[in-house]
């Protein structure tokens, strides 16, 4: 009789990474496929908005209008979707086999937060830019602009991985106090 062992890998693995991967691949597939009429309101207004209201700048559909003049869109690129495949190919990752009947909630709320989180990588973009015209050469624009976007979506990332985790564990104490 083989003993069964207590890590991760053991924890049906395949069944996860397949669901995860699946997840990524699909919505990867699906907002690829989506027209710019459909993505920009699920995934470019409402970062748009969060960022607008934190400059307390003017908001033109998806575009943010400062009264320096200056204008800043939410465009594809920065709309936040692959930020949403990953989230939703974590979650999709948790809900194997166990709880799938929590996905569809799970990936409302990837949705969810991928709107929030989206919203202050446009703020941190927008704040980036100012200081990378003020001290960085004009070639440096893109790579600002990815960094900021790496510098709030990857911690965002670990925190919705890590808060489910601490929440188990601290359930776990409660209960044997």
Not at 58 to 81: E, H, N, P, Y
Not at 113 to 128: C, D, E, H, I, L
């Amino acid at each position: 009789m083989q003993e069964e062992t207590n890590t991760p890998c053991s924890k049906n693995i395949l069944p996860k990474a397949a669901a995860a991967g699946g997840t990524f691949v699909v919505i990867k597939l699906i907002v690829a496929s989506l027209p710019d009429a459909v993505f920009s309101p699920i995934f470019c207004k409402i970062p748009a908005w969060i960022a607008a209201s934190y400059f307390q700048a003017g908001l033109d559909g998806d575009t943010l209008v400062f009264t320096s003049g200056q204008m800043v869109s939410v465009t594809r690129a920065c709309g936040g979707s692959d930020f949403f495949a990953l989230l939703c190919a974590m979650l999709s990752w948790e809900a194997v086999p166990e709880r799938m009947r929590r996905l569809p909630a799970l990936l409302a709320g990837a949705w969810a937060v991928t709107m929030f989180v989206n919203g202050m990588r446009v703020v941190t973009s927008v704040w980036t830019r100012w200081f990378a015209e003020a001290f960085l050469p004009e070639r440096m624009d893109a790579a600002t602009h990815l960094v900021s976007g790496v510098l709030v979506f990857f911690p965002s990332l670990l925190a919705v991985w890590w808060l489910p985790r601490l929440f188990r564990i601290y359930l776990r104490r409660k209960d044997i106090t």
